[in-house]
C-alpha cells in the first residue's frame, strides 16, 4: 500500500446503498467480514458492513479498490461506480445530506462547484489531485447558441496507487450526479478526452488478458488470446488555454496543468489542432512537451472476462486515448434561465466560501490524523519486535540443548524470525520440526497471529485441498456450508505444513501458485483471495531424492527450500538427553501426580547408550512411562523404562533347550497369563484399546528397524503410508499411556 493512500468511506457507502437497492441479492452474496481483512496497518472493525456505510470514515485505498472490485464481480457490471454516484444524488431528500451536497446546495451554481474542484480532492482522498480550468468565455462571453458551457477538469492519481477503471467511473457519476440537485440544470456530461489509465492497467483487471506491442502499434487481447482492440502510440503537445481572471486558479504548487498569468498549459494530442477544441487559444503555436506519449484506440472493440455468469466488460472506442500523465475531462452542461437575486447571490457565495475554508481545514486535520494513525502503527510494531527480543535475550526455552548441531539450529531459528521467508525443516521423525518452526513464529513479527499446523500425509488429496482453501457451500456432496481455509485462518500468522513430501503432484500446483502469488481460490469458489501468510514446510525424507524420482516438483522443492535447516537426530546429540529426559520428568511428574525427583544413574546411562529411532519423541514417551509406572518411588530406575533399554538377560542352557523346544514355535506361547492381561485391559479400558496399543507397538518395533523410516516400515507391514501416520496422529496427540511388554 502507497504510504498514506487513504479514501473516505463516502465512496463505499454510495457503492453498496446502490447494490442493496437494485440487486439485494448479489448484495448479500458479499463477505464483509472476509473484505475487510488482511489490509496492511487497517484494524478491521468489529461490524465490517456498518463501517463501509458510514460516510463519515477513512479507510486504506487497497480496502477501497477491494470493495470495488467486489461490488463490481457481485453486480457483474464494470460501471457500477458511475451509476452508484448518480443513483446516491437521485435518491429521496429524506436522507441526511453529505457534506458535498450543503456545499453544492449553498452554491447553487454548477461552474462555482466545478471550479473548485481542488477541495474536494483532498476532503475525499489523500492520493487524488483535481484541478478545474474555467476558460474566459464561460464568464466575460455569453454562452455560445445552444447555452451549453464547459470547464477543464483534470485529476491525477499519485504515483504508487493503481489506476482502476471505477475511479474514472466515480468521478465522471460525481460531478454528472451532483448536478441533480439543481432543477435547472438541463443536460450534462463528464466526458474524457484522455486518461491517465494505461491500457495494460485495464488488461490486468480481466484475468488473463494482455497487452502486445510491435513497434509503436498495441494490440489489447483477451484470454482466449484475440485480439479485441488497436492502438498507437501518439505524442501529446502542449496547447494554451486562457482562463476567467474571476475564477478561482487554485493552489500552483499542486496544479496539474502549469499556470503562467491568466493561461495554463494543457496537454493535447499531437495533429488536433486548437481550433477544434473550444477555449484553446489558436494564437499560442504548440510545443511538443518532451516523453509525453500516450496510446489511441485506432479499432475498437469490447475486452471481457471469462467464467461463469455474465461477463463483465468495457468497451474501447475508436479514438479513446490511454496511458497519458493525468486524465482530462471537459465538463460540459445546460441551463434553463432563471432569475436570482444578486443579494441572495451574494449571500450564498460568501456562505459557500465560509465552508470550503472549513473544509480546508477539516481536510488538513485529517490528514494528519491519519499520518499519526500510520506512524502509531509502525512504532507498535517495531516496539513489538523489542519486547520480544527483551523477552528473550538468548535461547530458545522450547529448544532444549547445548550441543553444537542443536545451536546451529537455534541460530536458524534467529535469523528467519527476522525475515518472512518460506523454510523448509528436514529431519527423521521425532526431532521436533514443529516446535521449530513454533520458535521461528514466536520469535517473529507474526507473533501476534495464528500459528496453524496441518499434517499432509495424513489427509487424501480432495480432503487436503479443503482443509487448505477451504471450499464454498454446494462445492461438493457434503458441504452444506461455506468453510475457511487453513490460509485464510492462519492469516496475518505462519502455517506449518508437515510431511510436504507426501502432497499429490495436483496439489503441488496449486501450493506453488499460492506461494508465487500469495492468492488462492477456494474449493467451487470463483473469486481469488488475497492471503498474508508465512509458510514453513517440513519432511522427514529426502525431497531432493523424490524430485529426482519424478514425486515432487523441482520449482515447488526450490521454491519451499529458500532456507533450509536441518533437525538433528537424538543419537547425534546424546549431550542433551540428560536436559530432555529430566524436563520431561518434570512435566510428566507434575502431570501424573507422582513422587519422582530423579532418574538413577543406571536409568541415565541406558538413555545415553540407546539409539533412540523414534527421537526425543520416543524419549519422550519413554520417560513418561517411567513416570507413570513409578507408583510411590522417588528415583526413577532403569526397570521402569521400556523393554528395549533393559540390559540384555542370559540364558540358561535349560532356556536354550526350552527355545528350540516343539512348544517354543507356538507364537502365543507365554501369552496366557490373564491376571496381566486384565491389568491391561483396565489400564486401556477396552479390548479394542488394548489391541490399539499393541498395534502401535508393532509398528513403532517395525519403524525402528527401518531406521524411522515410515514407507518402508509400512510396507513391510503391508499397510500405506497414510494408514501408519492416521494411526500415529489418533495416538500422538496426546499421546496414550504406553503398555507393558506382553
Same mark, same amino acid.
Given at each position: 500500500?502507497?504510504?498514506?493512500?487513504?479514501?473516505?468511506?463516502?465512496?463505499?457507502?454510495?457503492?453498496?446503498?446502490?447494490?442493496?437497492?437494485?440487486?439485494?441479492?448479489?448484495?448479500?452474496?458479499?463477505?464483509?467480514?472476509?473484505?475487510?481483512?488482511?489490509?496492511?496497518?487497517? /484494524?478491521?472493525?468489529?461490524?465490517?458492513?456498518?463501517?463501509?456505510?458510514?460516510?463519515?470514515?477513512?479507510?486504506?485505498?487497497?480496502?477501497?479498490? &477491494?470493495?470495488?472490485?467486489?461490488?463490481?464481480?457481485?453486480?457483474?457490471?464494470?460501471?457500477?461506480?458511475?451509476?452508484?454516484?448518480?443513483?446516491?444524488?437521485?435518491?429521496?431528500?429524506?436522507?441526511?445530506?453529505?457534506?458535498?451536497?450543503?456545499?453544492?446546495?449553498?452554491?447553487?451554481?454548477?461552474?462555482?462547484?466545478?471550479?473548485?474542484?481542488?477541495?474536494?480532492?483532498?476532503?475525499?482522498?489523500?492520493?487524488?489531485?483535481?484541478?478545474?480550468?474555467?476558460?474566459?468565455?464561460?464568464?466575460?462571453?455569453?454562452?455560445?447558441?445552444?447555452?451549453?458551457?464547459?470547464?477543464?477538469?483534470?485529476?491525477?492519481?499519485?504515483?504508487?496507487?493503481?489506476? #482502476?477503471?471505477?475511479?474514472?467511473?466515480?468521478?465522471?457519476?460525481?460531478?454528472?450526479?451532483?448536478?441533480?440537485?439543481?432543477?435547472?440544470?438541463?443536460?450534462?456530461?463528464?466526458?474524457?478526452?484522455?486518461?491517465?489509465?494505461?491500457?495494460?492497467?485495464?488488461?490486468?483487471?480481466?484475468?488473463?488478458?494482455?497487452?502486445?506491442?510491435?513497434?509503436?502499434?498495441?494490440?489489447?487481447?483477451?484470454?482466449?488470446?484475440?485480439?479485441?482492440?488497436?492502438?498507437?502510440?501518439?505524442?501529446?503537445?502542449?496547447?494554451?488555454?486562457?482562463?476567467?481572471?474571476?475564477?478561482? +486558479?487554485?493552489?500552483?504548487?499542486?496544479? #496539474?496543468?502549469?499556470?503562467?498569468?491568466?493561461?495554463?498549459?494543457?496537454?493535447?494530442?499531437?495533429?488536433?489542432?486548437?481550433?477544434? !477544441?473550444?477555449?484553446?487559444?489558436?494564437?499560442?503555436?504548440?510545443?511538443?512537451?518532451?516523453?509525453?506519449?500516450?496510446?489511441?484506440?485506432?479499432?475498437?472493440?469490447?475486452?471481457?472476462?471469462?467464467?461463469?455468469?455474465?461477463?463483465?466488460?468495457?468497451?474501447?472506442?475508436?479514438?479513446?486515448?490511454?496511458?497519458?500523465?493525468?486524465?482530462?475531462?471537459?465538463?460540459?452542461?445546460? /441551463?434553463?434561465?432563471?432569475? !436570482?437575486?444578486? @443579494?441572495?447571490?451574494?449571500?450564498?457565495?460568501?456562505?459557500?466560501?465560509?465552508?470550503?475554508?472549513?473544509?480546508?481545514?477539516?481536510?488538513?486535520?485529517?490528514?494528519?490524523?491519519?499520518?499519526?494513525?500510520?506512524?502509531?502503527?509502525?512504532?507498535?510494531?517495531?516496539?513489538?519486535?523489542?519486547?520480544?527480543?527483551?523477552?528473550?535475550?538468548?535461547?530458545?526455552?522450547?529448544?532444549?540443548?547445548?550441543?553444537?548441531?542443536?545451536?546451529?539450529?537455534?541460530?536458524?531459528?534467529?535469523?528467519?524470525?527476522?525475515?518472512?521467508?518460506?523454510?523448509?525443516?528436514?529431519?527423521?521423525?521425532?526431532?521436533?520440526?514443529?516446535?521449530?518452526?513454533?520458535?521461528?513464529?514466536?520469535?517473529?513479527?507474526?507473533?501476534?497471529?495464528?500459528?496453524?499446523?496441518?499434517?499432509?500425509?495424513?489427509?487424501?488429496?480432495?480432503?487436503?485441498?479443503?482443509?487448505?482453501?477451504?471450499?464454498?457451500?454446494?462445492?461438493?456432496?457434503?458441504?452444506?456450508?461455506?468453510?475457511?481455509?487453513?490460509?485464510?485462518?492462519?492469516?496475518?500468522?505462519? %502455517?506449518?505444513?508437515?510431511?510436504?513430501?507426501?502432497?499429490?503432484?495436483?496439489?503441488?500446483?496449486?501450493?506453488? &501458485?499460492?506461494?508465487?502469488?500469495?492468492?488462492?481460490?477456494?474449493?467451487?469458489?470463483?473469486?481469488?483471495?488475497?492471503?498474508?501468510?508465512?509458510?514453513?514446510?517440513?519432511?522427514?525424507?529426502?525431497?531432493?531424492?523424490?524430485?529426482?524420482?519424478?514425486?515432487?516438483?523441482?520449482?515447488?522443492?526450490?521454491?519451499?527450500?529458500?532456507?533450509?535447516?536441518? !533437525?538433528?537426530?537424538?543419537?547425534?546429540?546424546?549431550?542433551?538427553?540428560?536436559?530432555?529426559?529430566?524436563?520431561?520428568?518434570?512435566?510428566?511428574?507434575? &502431570?501424573?501426580?507422582?513422587?519422582?525427583?530423579?532418574?538413577?544413574?543406571?536409568?541415565?546411562?541406558?538413555?545415553?547408550?540407546?539409539?533412540?529411532?523414534?527421537?526425543?519423541?520416543? %524419549?519422550?514417551?519413554?520417560? /513418561?512411562?517411567? !513416570?507413570?509406572?513409578?507408583?510411590?518411588?522417588?528415583?526413577?530406575?532403569?526397570?521402569?523404562?521400556?523393554?528395549? %533399554?533393559?540390559?540384555?538377560?542370559?540364558?540358561?542352557?535349560?532356556?536354550?533347550?526350552?527355545?528350540?523346544?516343539?512348544?517354543?514355535?507356538?507364537?502365543?506361547?507365554?501369552?496366557?497369563?490373564?491376571?496381566?492381561?486384565?491389568?491391561?485391559?483396565?489400564?486401556?479400558?477396552?479390548?479394542?484399546?488394548?489391541?490399539?496399543?499393541?498395534?502401535?507397538?508393532?509398528?513403532?518395533?517395525?519403524? +525402528?528397524?527401518?531406521?524411522?523410516?515410515?514407507? &518402508?516400515? @509400512?510396507?513391510?507391514?503391508?499397510?500405506?503410508?497414510?494408514?501408519?501416520?492416521?494411526? /500415529?496422529?489418533?495416538?500422538?496427540?496426546?499421546?496414550?499411556?504406553?503398555?507393558?511388554?506382553?
Amino acid at each position: 500500500m502507497a504510504s498514506g493512500a487513504w479514501a473516505t468511506t463516502f465512496l463505499t457507502h454510495q457503492l453498496l446503498h446502490y447494490l442493496e437497492t437494485v440487486s439485494p441479492a448479489a448484495f448479500r452474496a458479499i463477505d464483509f467480514d472476509e473484505l475487510l481483512t488482511g489490509i496492511e496497518g487497517f /484494524e478491521p472493525p468489529d461490524d465490517p458492513l456498518a463501517f463501509l456505510r458510514d460516510p463519515h470514515h477513512w479507510l486504506p485505498e487497497p480496502l477501497l479498490r &477491494r470493495t470495488l472490485v467486489a461490488v463490481e464481480e457481485a453486480s457483474r457490471n464494470k460501471e457500477v461506480a458511475y451509476e452508484a454516484a448518480l443513483h446516491y444524488f437521485s435518491r429521496g431528500r429524506s436522507a441526511s445530506p453529505s457534506l458535498l451536497e450543503l456545499v453544492a446546495l449553498a452554491f447553487a451554481d454548477v461552474g462555482g462547484m466545478v471550479a473548485h474542484s481542488h477541495l474536494w480532492a483532498g476532503a475525499y482522498t489523500t492520493y487524488l489531485r483535481l484541478q478545474a480550468l474555467v476558460p474566459r468565455p464561460l464568464a466575460s462571453q455569453a454562452p455560445t447558441e445552444d447555452n451549453e458551457r464547459h470547464i477543464w477538469l483534470l485529476s491525477r492519481i499519485d504515483s504508487g496507487v493503481p489506476k #482502476i477503471l471505477s475511479a474514472h467511473h466515480f468521478l465522471r457519476g460525481n460531478y454528472e450526479g451532483f448536478t441533480r440537485l439543481y432543477g435547472w440544470v438541463e443536460t450534462v456530461a463528464c466526458e474524457a478526452d484522455f486518461l491517465q489509465l494505461s491500457l495494460e492497467e485495464i488488461a490486468a483487471e480481466f484475468a488473463g488478458a494482455s497487452v502486445r506491442w510491435d513497434g509503436e502499434r498495441a494490440r489489447v487481447c483477451d484470454a482466449a488470446g484475440a485480439v479485441v482492440a488497436e492502438g498507437r502510440a501518439v505524442a501529446l503537445e502542449e496547447a494554451r488555454i486562457v482562463l476567467d481572471p474571476a475564477a478561482p +486558479a487554485g493552489d500552483e504548487a499542486s496544479a #496539474i496543468a502549469p499556470l503562467q498569468e491568466n493561461t495554463a498549459s494543457l496537454l493535447r494530442p499531437a495533429g488536433r489542432t486548437a481550433h477544434a !477544441v473550444p477555449s484553446l487559444s489558436s494564437a499560442a503555436s504548440p510545443s511538443i512537451t518532451s516523453g509525453a506519449q500516450a496510446v489511441e484506440i485506432t479499432n475498437g472493440g469490447t475486452l471481457m472476462s471469462r467464467g461463469t455468469g455474465e461477463a463483465l466488460r468495457h468497451h474501447f472506442h475508436e479514438g479513446e486515448i490511454y496511458g497519458a500523465p493525468y486524465s482530462c475531462y471537459r465538463f460540459r452542461w445546460r /441551463e434553463r434561465p432563471r432569475a !436570482v437575486e444578486a @443579494a441572495t447571490g451574494t449571500v450564498r457565495q460568501q456562505f459557500s466560501f465560509m465552508i470550503l475554508q472549513a473544509l480546508q481545514q477539516v481536510q488538513a486535520v485529517r490528514r494528519e490524523l491519519l499520518s499519526a494513525t500510520i506512524g502509531r502503527q509502525q512504532l507498535a510494531v517495531e516496539n513489538l519486535k523489542l519486547r520480544r527480543r527483551l523477552d528473550q535475550p538468548a535461547g530458545h526455552p522450547t529448544i532444549l540443548g547445548g550441543s553444537p548441531a542443536i545451536r546451529e539450529v537455534c541460530r536458524m531459528v534467529d535469523l528467519l524470525a527476522e525475515t518472512d521467508t518460506t523454510a523448509l525443516i528436514m529431519g527423521e521423525t521425532g526431532t521436533g520440526k514443529e516446535l521449530v518452526a513454533q520458535a521461528i513464529h514466536r520469535q517473529s513479527a507474526r507473533a501476534s497471529g495464528p500459528f496453524l499446523a496441518v499434517n499432509c500425509g495424513a489427509l487424501t488429496e480432495s480432503l487436503l485441498e479443503s482443509e487448505l482453501f477451504g471450499h464454498e457451500k454446494g462445492a461438493f456432496t457434503g458441504a452444506i456450508n461455506r468453510r475457511r481455509g487453513a490460509f485464510e485462518v492462519a492469516h496475518g500468522g505462519t %502455517l506449518f505444513l508437515d510431511e510436504i513430501g507426501e502432497i499429490p503432484p495436483s496439489m503441488q500446483v496449486k501450493l506453488l &501458485r499460492v506461494l508465487q502469488e500469495r492468492e488462492f481460490h477456494r474449493v467451487g469458489g470463483e473469486r481469488p483471495i488475497a492471503v498474508d501468510v508465512r509458510v514453513i514446510a517440513a519432511t522427514n525424507q529426502p525431497l531432493d531424492r523424490r524430485v529426482a524420482e519424478g514425486r515432487f516438483r523441482q520449482d515447488l522443492y526450490y521454491r519451499l527450500k529458500v532456507v533450509p535447516v536441518t !533437525v538433528p537426530p537424538l543419537r547425534q546429540r546424546r549431550d542433551d538427553i540428560p536436559l530432555l529426559a529430566e524436563h520431561f520428568l518434570r512435566e510428566y511428574v507434575a &502431570r501424573l501426580k507422582r513422587r519422582v525427583t530423579a532418574i538413577g544413574p543406571e536409568a541415565m546411562a541406558a538413555l545415553l547408550d540407546y539409539d533412540w529411532p523414534g527421537n526425543v519423541r520416543e %524419549l519422550c514417551h519413554a520417560i /513418561e512411562r517411567a !513416570v507413570l509406572l513409578s507408583g510411590g518411588q522417588t528415583t526413577l530406575t532403569r526397570a521402569l523404562l521400556p523393554p528395549e %533399554l533393559q540390559p540384555a538377560r542370559s540364558v540358561s542352557a535349560e532356556e536354550a533347550t526350552a527355545t528350540v523346544s516343539p512348544a517354543s514355535t507356538d507364537p502365543w506361547s507365554g501369552m496366557d497369563d490373564w491376571p496381566r492381561f486384565a491389568a491391561l485391559l483396565k489400564q486401556h479400558g477396552s479390548l479394542d484399546g488394548l489391541l490399539t496399543q499393541i498395534e502401535w507397538r508393532i509398528v513403532t518395533k517395525a519403524m +525402528a528397524a527401518h531406521g524411522g523410516n515410515k514407507s &518402508r516400515a @509400512a510396507k513391510a507391514l503391508g499397510r500405506s503410508y497414510r494408514w501408519l501416520r492416521k494411526l /500415529e496422529s489418533r495416538l500422538q496427540s496426546p499421546p496414550n499411556p504406553p503398555i507393558a511388554s506382553v
